[in-house]
């Protein structure tokens, strides 16, 4: 129907570090452990945030934990701007069968509520499989995101094209205000650009790669 919300969009990107090993220097050890955390994150958000509507009591609907999804997970690995970017996609039904079997509609006001927790639960277990493959990594900004140690600043910024960009058009309207800085991500978005040829793109990273002073190899 129209106007419907018909399911959710959870997504979890990797650390920019993690995606230039895993997509550039071509560790893809990286990409199975990424998939294992978003899906680590679902996991948790499947079993303590989804609920559905139940109105034997309440007309307006109480809060009745039903502790399952049906959820799609979609790995992707490249930004609007065809940088390597390592990242997922949870689609959640609009649907969750409730305690008594019956099927309804999904209550995701807890799993809003509860996003940068699950977001924490990501980065976590991504963090510690990246340990345990032999990376040394650093915290870096809130919420537990990480990168890995060696790889430098500069390299993450030479493929990270769409956070410098928005960035920019954050300071020169001086949003200090996140809900402002919100709007500009999504005002600022171009359109996706079609991929044509995946080696002709990854070979291209591997030149950029080469501009700098950094042995991928040898990490």
């Known amino acids: 129907p129209k106007n419907r919300r018909l399911g959710l969009d959870d997504t979890f ?3 920019k570090s993690v995606s230039i090993m895993a ?15 978003v ?34 997970i979609f790995t992707h690995d490249t930004s609007r701007a065809l940088d390597p970017n390592l990242h997922g996609h949870a ?5 969750t069968q409730a305690p008594d079997g019956s099927w309804k509609a999904l209550w995701n006001q807890e799993i809003w509520k509860n996003n940068t927790t699950i977001g924490q ?15 040394s990594v650093e915290a870096a900004g809130k919420h537990g995101t990480f990168e890995i140690k060696g790889v430098p600043k500069d390299v993450r ?52 790669l080469d501009g700098y002073s950094f042995d991928a190899a040898a990490l």
């Open 39 to 72: 899906k680590a994150a679902v996991n948790y958000m499947e079993k303590n945030h989804a609920e559905a509507r139940n109105y034997s009591r309440n007309p307006n609907g109480e809060a009745e934990k039903s502790g399952n999804l049906v959820t799609a």
């Open 121 to 135: 639960v990501y980065h976590a277990v991504l963090r510690n499989l990246v340990e345990k493959l032999g990376y």
């Open 91 to 95: 689609i959640s039904m609009n649907l």
């Open 157 to 208: 910024t030479e493929f990270s094209t769409r956070t410098t960009q928005i960035n920019a058009e954050i300071e020169k309207w001086n949003a200090t205000d996140p809900r402002d800085q919100k709007k500009i991500t999504l005002y600022t978005r171009d359109p996706k650009i079609k991929l044509e040829n995946r080696d002709t793109l990854t070979d291209s990273w591997r030149e950029r």
């Open 13 to 15: 990107s990797a650390p």
């Open 23 to 37: 997509l550039v220097a071509g560790d893809t050890r990286l990409v199975e452990a990424h998939k294992q955390a």
